[in-house]
């Protein structure tokens, strides 16, 4: 089955405690991209990566970093997590040239 | 990037009803797609307009794109209460340099009541 897996599903860390979100997809998709969505604000753009090793800021890095080693995944990983990075946040990929993005579940994070 | 604007915030109807719901955004785009997303889970894509496009059909759902207006509507019809969920645009307004960047907008959450 075609899908985006993103892990964990719910998180609960302490403020500077380093995590890392992982993503997957099997759809051998080019692009993949990580999002936040907090109440009111919609989803806003963390990163981004067009493919293998290219990775670039969406609207909202600061906090955050992102590696494209392997075509399949794009971790997120917060060096240094602090409360106002508690949020739910969501993997997608695409196809390069095609524009529908394919979600993951989704990852809610808190940070006490 | 600017986000797109849909508009209302929340809409609440019976269901057998039409849903409407609109999105505004403020520069040239190529193209706008609407997601849905239930409950605290992904988004789903459901359809994708051209802006040589005015109108697309999927299903209940009907699009319509007004660039001169910068602003698209999303209908869905004979509403169900399985359509109950936050619904999304996205456009490519914040792609440049052969980079697809969506920018979403912050959503119109649809409760149908049985």
């Known amino acids: 089955e075609a899908q985006v897996t993103q892990n964990p599903r719910y998180l609960i860390t302490v403020t500077g405690k380093k995590l890392t979100v992982t993503c997957s997809q099997n759809?051998?998709?080019?692009?993949m991209s990580w999002y936040r969505q907090d109440p009111g604000l919609g989803l806003r753009q963390i990163y981004y990566?067009?493919?293998?090793?290219?990775?670039d800021k969406g609207d909202v890095p600061e906090g955050y970093k992102v590696s494209r080693k392997e075509k399949r995944n794009f971790p997120l990983i917060l060096e240094s997590p602090s409360p106002n990075q508690t949020s739910l946040y969501f993997c997608?990929?695409?196809?390069?040239?095609?524009?529908?993005?394919?979600f993951g579940s989704g990852t809610q994070l808190s940070v006490l | 990037s600017q986000q797109g604007e849909e508009d209302p915030q929340a809409l609440s109807i019976q269901e057998g009803e039409n849903a409407t719901m609109n999105c505004s955004y403020k520069?040239?785009?190529?193209?706008l797609q609407w997601y849905r997303q239930n409950s605290g889970r992904g988004l789903v894509h459901l359809i994708l307009?051209?802006?040589?496009?005015r109108e697309k059909h999927s299903g209940r759902l009907r699009v319509t794109l007004d660039t001169s207006k910068k602003s698209s509507s999303l209908l869905i019809t004979a509403s169900r209460a399985a359509d109950t969920a936050s619904y999304f645009c996205?456009?490519?307004?914040?792609?440049?340099?052969?980079?697809?960047?969506?920018?979403f907008g912050r959503g119109t959450s649809l409760i149908v009541h049985p």
């Open positions: 990566s067009m493919n293998v090793e290219v990775t």
């Open positions: 997608a990929s695409s196809l390069a040239g095609e524009e529908k993005l394919f």
């Open positions: 307009i051209r802006s040589n496009e």
């Open positions: 759809m051998n998709h080019e692009y």
């Open positions: 520069t040239s785009i190529n193209n």
């Open positions: 996205a456009t490519d307004e914040g792609s440049s340099g052969g980079s697809y960047i969506p920018t």
